[in-house]
């Protein structure tokens, strides 16, 4: 295990007022997205978008990393410079998604599981080759009344600790990514009650492979109501809630915590983080690590067209710029 290299990761990933860009959606999900736009989907489409993400200038301002899916860490910009490279030398800590996507879980029929540690030590080391220094694995969770299972629970965080273990002996910092989905109808407390097991045994599984918690980063979601829920919580709540839950079963030990979006609006997805670093102190940084909230306007706004790129990203640089000053709690509403 290379411990020098962990923990200089670690300290690039958590500068101050920074965070992540999770551009790492797979082919299926950046051609869902492109559909939205009426884009075809081809290598050179999504070149181009993550061309257009990655040249936008001033981003290494607000984000530290950006999380890619493999064949964007193979490609290139324009001017032939390697993606990893381009990042890299903006300062900007090139990662990679490595699970290979959810797959129907034979143990809990109705639930998913996660697929991709077969081969995963060689995929890291060439990862690691192409310029990777940390990696990235999601596993999903529905919440009903029955839901998430006690298998489930246990499967997923067992793939997460193995995954968490292969990426630190090879010198990769792990984003763990327990998402408990905002899909369905749930309560908050619902949510905050599914949240609290799931972390309980991602955490007791880390401990039991071994995994060092100062060097990782977790990605979990908030504790928030379904979006077909009939009550939605306030931006208080939600921030009180998840703050309580992760006090509960998140090690102080853990450097960092870089939430998903998982389909929250933009601005509230900034107002969560935003008000989660007014709150009582916490033990670790509290950052995001977005997709949907930090590119969606970006993304509508570019439409595939040549002549949209800088406006695009100045779309992308104002989410960046609004969810770092969430990091640091001074983010205002009427700076929308
Ligand atoms: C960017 O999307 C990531 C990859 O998704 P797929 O494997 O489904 O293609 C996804 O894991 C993402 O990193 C997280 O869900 C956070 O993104 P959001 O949009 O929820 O902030």
Not at 83 to 90: E, Q
Not at 166 to 191: R, T, Y
Request: aromatic letters at 6%; glycine letters at 6%.
């Amino acid at each position: 295990m290379n411990i020098e290299q962990l923990q200089s990761t670690i300290k690039a990933i958590t500068a101050s007022g920074k965070g992540i860009l999770a551009a790492d959606e797979s082919t299926g999900t950046i051609t869902k997205r492109f559909k939205s736009i009426n884009l075809e989907s081809t290598e050179e489409s999504r070149r181009a978008y993550r061309d257009l993400l990655f040249t936008t200038v001033d981003l290494e301002k607000y984000v530290s990393g950006i999380i890619l899916f493999e064949e964007t860490l193979k490609q290139q910009a324009l001017d032939g410079t390697p993606f990893p490279k381009l990042l890299a030398d903006r300062g900007i800590v090139p990662g990679i998604k490595v699970d290979k996507g959810l797959i129907a879980n034979e143990s809990a029929p109705e639930e998913k599981t996660t697929q991709g540690l077969d081969g995963l030590p060689e995929r890291l080391a060439e990862y690691k080759a192409l310029g990777a220094r940390f990696a990235k694995w999601r596993v999903v969770y529905n919440v009903t009344d029955t839901f998430p299972s006690r298998i489930a629970i246990h499967i997923n965080a067992e793939q997460l600790a193995r995954y968490a273990a292969i990426c630190q002996s090879q010198g990769i910092v792990p984003i763990v990514e327990p998402e408990v989905l905002m899909d369905g109808d749930h309560s908050i407390e619902q949510c905050a009650v599914a949240t609290e097991h799931v972390l309980d045994h991602v955490f007791d599984s880390l401990a039991k492979h071994h995994v060092i918690s100062e060097y990782i980063i977790l990605k979990p979601s908030m504790v928030i109501a379904g979006k077909d829920h009939n009550k939605q919580a306030s931006i208080e709540q939600v921030a009180e809630e998840t703050i309580k839950i992760l006090k509960r079963k998140v090690p102080a030990a853990v450097p960092t915590i870089n939430f998903l979006s998982g389909g929250q609006s933009n601005e509230a997805a900034t107002q969560h983080l935003n008000t989660m670093n007014q709150l009582s102190n916490t033990p670790w940084n509290l950052s995001f690590s977005y997709g949907r909230a930090l590119q969606s306007s970006a993304l509508k706004t570019w439409g595939g067209q040549k002549e949209n790129v800088k406006a695009a990203q100045q779309q992308l640089l104002k989410r960046a710029q609004l969810n770092s000053l969430a990091t640091l709690g001074k983010y205002e509403e009427n700076m929308e």
